[in-house]
T-cell receptor
Framework: AQSVTQLDSQVPVFEEAPVELRCNYS??????LFWYVQYPNQGLQLLLK??????LVESINGFEAEFNKSQTSFHLRKPSVHISDTAEYFC??????????????FGKGTLLTVNP | GAVVSQHPSRVICKSGTSVKIECRSL??????MFWYRQFPKQSLMLMAT?????????EQGVEKDKFLINHASLTLSTLTVTSAHPEDSSFYIC?????????????FGPGTRLLVL
């Protein structure tokens, strides 16, 4: 079984400031890690993912996340945020042992609010 | 690529009626689709895993006779909320995995907001 903890329920920042959204997980098996973004009244969009290889992964809109196995973390960062980044961000984990069927376990989400 | 649609996007119904929600993978085939429920300002709760050509697997606490799932083809899964009650009002989101590539990743639909009066 897996669990995901997003330590901050809300993160307010000013435009062009850096931001870090924290995510820690626990699992008894090897995991895949994901960040999804949800805009109001919409479904989830995949932001970035870690499956294997380089522990630093990037999205096309400037976000990055680093898989840290020793700290069981997958924090999301962006050096300079825009108003349009305002949204709910969900960290998720799936186990990739046999029979897991890649089911996702989500954190409770972090609401990022970018203010002018 | 990897686009998932849901229909309808919003539905309002009377208590006691049944509502069907469709989830389609538009540009890929999905042997597995997932149905989630999301309450306001909360995370997603997995309800069931929908498997093409076989019975769905429900999570603990989810009534399979209440939430009927049919996955008749590689691109379509349906969720029917039977005899809906106001407490069934929620945001229902489906996701799908592309079996031919990137099968570790779930792609989500835009969601269906159900309001039961």
């Amino acid at each position: 079984a897996q669990s995901v903890t997003q330590l901050d329920s809300q993160v307010p920042v000013f435009e062009e400031a850096p931001v870090e959204l924290r995510c820690n997980y626990s699992s008894s098996v090897s995991v895949y890690l994901f960040w999804y973004v949800q805009y109001p009244n919409q479904g989830l969009q995949l932001l970035l993912k870690y499956l294997s290889g380089s522990t630093l992964v990037e999205s096309i809109n400037g976000f990055e996340a680093e898989f840290n196995k020793s700290q069981t973390s997958f924090h999301l960062r962006k050096p300079s945020v825009h108003i349009s980044d305002t949204a709910e961000y969900f960290c998720a984990v799936s186990g990739h042992s046999g029979g897991s069927n890649y089911k996702l376990t989500f954190g409770k989400g972090t609401l990022l609010t970018v203010n002018p | 690529g990897a686009v998932v649609s849901q229909h309808p996007s919003r539905v309002i119904c009377k208590s006691g009626t049944s509502v069907k929600i469709e989830c389609r993978s538009l540009d890929f085939q999905a042997t597995t689709m997932f149905w989630y429920r999301q309450f306001p300002k909360q995370s997603l709760m997995l309800m069931a895993t929908s498997n093409e050509g076989s019975k769905a697997t429900y999570e603990q606490g989810v009534e399979k006779d209440k939430f009927l799932i049919n996955h008749a083809s590689l691109t379509l899964s349906t969720l029917t909320v039977t005899s809906a009650h106001p407490e069934d009002s929620s945001f229902y989101i489906c996701s799908a995995r592309d079996i031919t590539s990137d099968q570790e990743t779930q792609y989500f639909g835009p969601g269906t907001r159900l309001l039961v009066l």
